[in-house]
């Protein structure tokens, strides 16, 4: 027992490192790039602290250069899950019973050996497996995991602090549980972060987990595994098994201890598990908290009012950084007829400049796309763009898969707003321009509110105020995350909770408190000191 009202270091968002030629940060991480490139790990499986491998086996390769293999990976089959599942249950009671502030110690400690001893090997595993550049992953796979480490722990410290108030005579508590079941997390491919926090953040609370990573992104998945059981994890509290989301899936989310699915991935995956977890419902000993972060369909509106250099920006970096593989990435943008001609040339120029290759070369601003299915996506909507009447290609459109999965920014004008690609994700480097009358501004908002079915992010640049007023409450329910004057991607922790609504989610804001409070189920205590000891009420005289 301690005594003792501790409180957490207070947060402070890590800073981000440049990488600059000559830098010593430069060096070291070129350092760890050749020695991760150079060796081949074989990843087991993990379930209650016993590493286990299968007959079912996967590759891990670089997607800019899919010939070099990084990692061969064992992969869970229903046997696995199951006793994942166990150990998950076996593990809880001890865990959950641990002082709050020694299971905070756990992650306070894991951040610091990312910042730390951790940061180029998680970054060269980052930029190698998912295709990043440095700066790609150093805001991801360290400053991101980071803070979520160290603010998760701070919310954990406030939740714990919410207490109710308490009448003469009477002391009422407020006791914030974990749920009392395990969590599946199921974590995606293009951020490091959302794979090392989908797990973590339940478990700082007191629940124990199941980890599904994404196939594409197990390398450094895997060393951020690692990392928490350097830095003190107990065995079975967070359990490794990677393998097709049917098998992990199927046995998870069957299980009467099934407590939660914390999700970041597609639409239609979570719609499926939303559906398997109603018709289960019946079997569970709970209802299950289910949290998805799902698609994007994300835009940029110009008013006649914007800096045209700072929209020009905003769209390059918002639809290109990271191969425009990001929930919130600029997919579609509208643009008045006054401006097009002059930021077609803005984006011409700048996207000249751009480099595209292997990331290990710092000079590239773009590498591939995370894999063959997704490189035959963007291709083919490319080409259907060529031929369509409805839109034209502006620039880019190239194409190379011999290399390396390498798709070449391209921007696209859709002559009909509801362009094919002005509604589908694609989660890649394409851009589509929809050109407005400058004089049907409201009406224009009201096409970008009801042109998708997600709403995660989206932005207005303009510097008329009534305008930047006017887009504000037009697209209230459009977006979860809005920007202004700023590119609709880089929602930092504790800065700009993260989530939206409709098909993009269940909007509960990762990087906030808001999303810790769903992995609690609080109890209220009543006691009275001094009890009646008559049962007639006052009235009854």
């Known amino acids: 027992m301690n005594y003792g009202a501790f409180r957490v270091p207070t947060p402070v968002n890590e800073p981000v490192q440049g990488y600059a030629p000559g830098s010593k940060e430069r060096a070291s991480l070129e350092r760890e790039l050749q020695a991760t490139a150079a060796r081949e790990v074989e990843i087991p499986l993990v379930i209650g602290g016993r590493e286990l491998r299968t007959k079912s086996q996967g590759r891990a390769v670089m997607p800019h250069a899919h010939g070099h ?4 990976y064992h992969q869970a089959g229903p046997a696995e899950v199951a006793a994942a599942v166990e150990a998950a249950e076996a593990a809880r009671p001890a865990w ?11 992650f306070l400690r894991a951040a610091e050996l990312l910042a730390t001893t951790h940061r180029d090997r998680v970054n060269a595993a980052t930029m190698l497996g998912q295709s990043k550049t440095c700066h790609q992953a150093e805001i991801d796979a360290a400053c991101e995991m980071i ?3 160290r603010f998760n722990v701070h919310f954990a410290e406030r939740i714990y602090a919410e207490q109710p108030l308490s009448a003469p005579g009477t002391w009422n508590r407020l006791e914030h549980r974990p749920l009392d079941g395990f969590v599946l997390a199921i974590t995606p491919f293009n951020f490091t972060s959302i794979g090392g926090n989908l797990p973590t953040a339940p478990a700082i609370l007191g629940n124990t987990a199941l980890w599904k990573p994404a196939s594409t992104s197990i390398l450094s998945n895997w060393e951020l595994f690692q990392l928490l059981h350097q830095a003190g994890l107990p065995a079975g509290v967070i359990n490794w098994i990677p393998g097709p989301g049917s098998a992990v899936g199927g046995v998870a989310l069957a299980s009467p201890r099934l407590g939660g699915v914390h999700f970041t991935g597609s639409t239609s995956t979570f719609n499926s598990i939303q559906g398997t977890v109603a018709h289960n419902l019946e079997r569970y000993g709970q209802y299950p908290r289910l949290v998805g972060e799902t698609g994007g369909k994300d835009f940029v509106f110009a008013h006649a009012s914007c800096d045209l250099r700072a929209l020009a920006v905003g ?4 639809a290109f950084e990271y191969q425009g593989q990001k929930c919130s990435a600029a997919s579609r943008a509208y643009v008045p007829k006054s401006l097009w001609k002059k930021l077609q040339r803005e984006l011409e120029a700048m996207l000249s400049e751009i480099r595209m290759g292997d990331v290990r070369d710092f000079s590239n601003f773009v590498g591939a796309v995370i894999d063959e299915a997704s490189f035959k996506k963007q291709q083919a909507a490319i080409a259907a763009a060529r031929k369509s009447k409805d839109a034209r290609i502006v620039c880019g459109g190239a194409c190379d898969a011999q290399v390396g999965w390498f798709v070449q920014p391209t921007v696209i004008e859709a002559l009909d707003p509801r362009y094919a690609t002005m509604c589908t994700e694609l989660f890649g480097p394409v851009l589509t321009v929809h050109v407005y009358d400058d004089r049907r501004y409201a009406q224009a908002l009201e096409t970008a509110a009801t042109t998708s079915s997600y709403a995660l992010t989206g932005a207005i640049f303009a510097d008329d105020r009534a305008a930047i007023a006017q887009a504000t409450t037009a697209l209230r329910y459009a977006a979860g995350n809005f920007y202004v004057n700023d590119k609709p991607t ?12 409709r098909l993009s989610g269940t909007n509960d804001k990762a990087g906030s408190i808001l999303n810790l409070l769903r992995w609690v189920s609080p109890r209220t205590i009543k006691e009275t000191f001094v009890p009646p000891r008559d049962w007639r009420y006052p009235f009854l005289g």
């Open 69 to 72: 293999v990084l990692a061969t």
């Open 96 to 106: 959950s019973a641990l002082p709050w502030e020694e299971r905070a110690a756990v």
């Open 147 to 149: 803070d979520f480490w």
């Open 315 to 318: 769209l390059v970096r918002g």
């Open 490 to 501: 880089g929602a930092i922790v504790g800065q700009q909770p993260f989530g939206g609504s």
